[in-house]
């Protein structure tokens, strides 16, 4: 068997296939690794630089957005249960193999763009313990981060998982230590309402594409299909609650932040949340940097297994040279699709800054979004017949037409404000 794969023929490669090993509160936990981990331990600084005080309102609209394409990957994911998630969604919709191509070269690409904006952040909260060149510490994070995504799947995820618990543990503190040092906090929540004034909610808006950025992540679900158990179940599911529990965890440390934290400090700050301890005991400072540290690499680590998989995905279905399926049988991960997203990553990290990183990240995978929304209306339209398995009701989740139409009508508005 192991002979047969090296060949990397790809019907030899099927028979080493993607294992279904992956429970509901594994997926949530990924979901919310790389989605917690991506934003608010790495960002808020840079949306509070464009919307002030106001900045958790940036984060309820980038919501809104992320809410109704949540919903359209949720009946999406059970329609099609498949690596490379967009692309399959793309080729249905629109009929064109070309197309989804495109749309799974530009997940891969939202990925490992990504996967280099949170290493900057990674590097950031490691630099307050390990004395290292920034450019040093930041490729022995990634091709760590590299080994341990060839590992094997239900190892890297269960490790995620493990993370994912620790960086939510850190986040509460956040929340819990901002009140004490600012115990009438609730008083001043008043503050973080906007008024109604052009200039303000111009940065509100503007602020919105960097705290979209904070919820990349819930779409990478999609791109597990193969691996996880009963996937026309637990898809739906992890997705929604995952964008619940990161909505209202983002609201609370940002709201936290901006009414702790100096906004000349926090402006210009790749690692926002540890202005929170600025004045706290070094034991305090030590162990929330650690937090941060497993908090962001957890980011880095999921989103690298995320794009492997959509490149395998198109390898498996001839879109993309063979040799990007092949399995190791012993890993059972694409170890060829794992070496060549851990040197992309490693060279946008060192040669990009990471807010050009960050919006490049939120125009692509907003770009990705109308496409999917569009193809989840086109699919709807269409009225396949009901012998039809995919479309069978009681096997897939189902919305009204009118979710992905706002879908793609925020998620188009928001692609524009970002431009303009």
């Known amino acids: ?170 986040l509460c503190f956040v929340v819990f230590y901002g009140f004490t040092i600012k115990p009438d906090m609730l008083s001043d929540l008043a503050q973080l309402i906007p008024p109604l004034d052009a200039s303000v909610w111009a940065g509100i808006t503007s602020a919105g594409l960097l705290a979209f950025f904070a919820f990349v992540g819930f779409e990478d679900i999609a791109n597990m299909a193969e691996e996880v158990k009963n996937p026309r179940k637990n898809m739906p599911r992890a997705i929604i609650v995952t964008l619940l529990i990161a909505t209202l965890l983002y609201l609370a440390v940002v709201s936290v932040v901006v009414l702790v934290v100096p906004m000349d400090q926090l402006v210009i700050s790749v690692a926002p949340l540890e202005l929170v301890f600025a004045q706290a005991s070094d034991s305090i400072r030590g162990t929330f940097s650690i937090i941060a540290i497993l908090a962001t690499v957890n980011g880095v680590l999921i989103q690298m297994i995320m794009a492997t998989r959509v490149l395998y995905g198109l390898a498996s279905k001839g879109h993309l040279p063979k040799q990007l399926a092949y399995i190791h049988p012993k890993t059972q991960t694409p170890l060829v699709a794992t070496a060549i997203i851990v040197a992309i990553v490693l060279g946008l990290a060192l040669f990009l800054p990471i807010q050009e990183l960050a919006r490049f990240t939120a125009t692509i995978v907003l770009c990705v979004f109308i496409l999917v929304n569009i193809s989840l209306i086109r699919i709807k339209l269409r009225k396949k017949s009901q012998t039809d398995d995919h479309f069978q009701t009681s096997n897939y989740f189902s919305v009204p037409i009118w979710v992905p139409v706002a879908g793609l009508a925020s998620s188009s508005a928001l692609l524009l404000v970002g431009l303009v």
């Open 1 to 170: 068997m192991a002979q047969n794969i090296k060949h990397t023929d790809l019907s030899h490669i099927k028979d080493t296939a993607l294992q279904r090993s992956i429970s509901l509160p594994l997926l949530v936990l990924y979901g919310l690794g790389v989605t917690v981990g991506a934003g608010v331990y790495v960002l808020i600084g840079a949306t509070a630089a464009k919307a002030g005080i106001y900045a958790p309102i940036s984060f309820i609209l980038a919501a809104i957005v992320v809410g109704f394409t949540g919903f359209t990957y949720s009946e999406l994911s059970t329609r099609y249960p498949a690596s490379a998630g967009e692309a399959v969604y793309v080729k249905n919709g629109f009929n064109s193999n070309h197309l989804a191509l495109i749309v799974g070269l530009m997940v891969v690409t939202s990925g490992v763009v990504s996967s280099a904006a949170i290493s900057i952040g990674a590097t950031a909260y490691t630099n307050n313990l390990i004395d290292l060149s920034p450019p040093f510490l930041t490729a022995i994070i990634i091709l760590l981060l590299g080994l341990a995504a060839a590992w094997g799947v239900l190892q890297s995820v269960t490790m995620a998982a493990v993370f994912t618990v620790i960086e939510i543990g850190g």
